[in-house]
């Protein structure tokens, strides 16, 4: 009998490490070696930095994690208790963890099957005409899930006509765009997880905010800690969710190659979709005048794990993002307010989508290997 093969895995943030490690090892010493860990100078030049990468006049505000940097956002806007926040049920539970964390109440749409982004249609059936028995909606967060843009373009002209201001969850696009513009710039202000596997990652947690707002990026960088803007002296209602020096050192090593590195991850998209002509799936769909940066390849049937115990065997890793929509998790099932789609599509994706390796740091080998055993489903 033939050994199995060692898997490939699906995602992999140490070879991000081993890539720079060098150039790494170097930042963090120098973190350390400066005596100061916490909202010093690395964290404000990642902040420059990032800035200045989304585009001008954009203003970033680091923080501890993608989830806290969109709750820091809906504080930012003074959205909390008696307030509806609209999303999808088709994302990282952290969306709505974050809209509850402010007490405001989520209200969860369903998604366009084909891009598995919010659906434009419901989002503006609902601003114009709210379900019964929930608070007045007061912002949409709009999830560019995958790496792929949302519908964006209808969606900020039915949020202009409700007085109603557009949050992008980017934490899978850092890099995408559409019609030439950054994911990010588009709405009333952004949140990017820098979780170690998201397409830019620390290596430990962080997340960083970004607004063409001014004033409310400064109300922001009070709220994260403590509302201060004095030492000592709260002028705003604060929490603590700051950006360590350490990860901030890293992140300034890792932002310079994150366009190489998306385009990578599109040219390893482009394998794959070859490799998958002479079989019966489908490649992801790309929205029209957008540029996907892949933080996952998607593909999808009704036979997924016979697929996926296939795929292992042959050696590649595979995932399922997500498994369980969050209407249907045990902490919001039955009690969380949904559109009139019900978030129908949501559950139906949700039972066949799958995820193969996806990160810069695979090599041309090890695409081959996965390409070949794409082409044998
Ligand atoms: C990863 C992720 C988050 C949360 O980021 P954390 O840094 O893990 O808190 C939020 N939204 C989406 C869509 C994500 O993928």
């Not at 030439?180 to 710039?185: A, M």
């Not at 000592?232 to 590195?261: C, F, H, M, T, W």
């Not at 997924?304 to 042959?314: I, W």
């Not at 209407?327 to 559950?347: D, F, K, L, N, V």
Request: aromatic residues 6%; hydrophobic residues 45%.
């Amino acid at each position: 009998m033939n050994a199995p093969l060692p898997v490939i895995a699906q995602a992999d943030p140490g070879a991000s490490y081993r890539a720079q490690k060098t150039e790494i090892d170097i930042a963090v010493a120098r973190a350390l070696n400066s005596g100061w860990y916490i909202l010093g100078a690395e964290g404000a030049a990642f902040e420059r930095e990032f800035g200045a990468w989304l585009g001008d006049g954009m203003h970033a505000v680091g923080c501890a994690n993608g989830t806290d940097a969109l709750a820091l956002i809906l504080r930012g806007m003074d959205i909390g208790p008696g307030s509806t926040v609209v999303t999808v049920s088709h994302t990282a539970v952290a969306t709505v963890a974050a809209i509850e964390m402010v007490g405001a109440t989520p209200l969860l749409l369903d998604i366009d099957p084909e891009h598995y982004t919010m659906d434009a249609d419901e989002l503006a059936a609902v601003l114009e005409d709210p379900p019964p028995g929930i608070p007045p909606i007061r912002a949409v967060i709009l999830v560019h899930i995958y790496g792929q843009a949302g519908d964006i373009g209808p969606m900020l002209a039915a949020c202009e006509k409700a007085g109603v201001p557009l949050i992008e969850d980017c934490a899978q696009c850092h890099g995408a765009t559409i019609g030439g513009q950054k994911l990010g710039t588009l709405g009333a202000a952004a949140a990017f997880s820098l979780y170690p596997t998201k397409n830019l990652g620390a290596l430990g947690d962080g997340g960083v905010l970004a607004t063409p707002d001014k004033a409310l990026a400064e109300r922001i960088a009070a709220i994260r800690q403590y509302g201060w803007r004095e030492r000592y002296v709260s002028s705003l209602v604060g929490v603590n969710s700051r950006l360590d020096e350490v990860q901030a050192a890293i992140l300034r090593v890792k932002l310079p190659v994150l366009d190489a590195g998306n385009a990578r991850r599109r040219a390893i998209a482009a394998r794959y979709d070859a490799a998958l002509a002479g079989t019966a799936l489908t490649p992801p769909a790309r929205r029209a005048d957008s540029e996907h940066v892949f933080h996952q390849y998607v593909l999808r049937s009704a036979a997924r794990g016979e697929l996926m115990a296939r795929l292992k065997a042959d050696g590649v890793g595979t995932g399922i993002h997500y498994p369980v929509p969050v209407h249907e998790q045990s902490a919001y099932a039955g009690r969380i307010a949904m559109g009139p789609a019900g978030c129908a599509e949501t559950s139906r994706a949700a039972g066949e989508v799958f995820s193969l390796p996806m990160y810069p740091e695979l090599t041309d080998a090890q695409v081959a290997l996965i390409c070949g055993a794409i082409a044998r489903l």
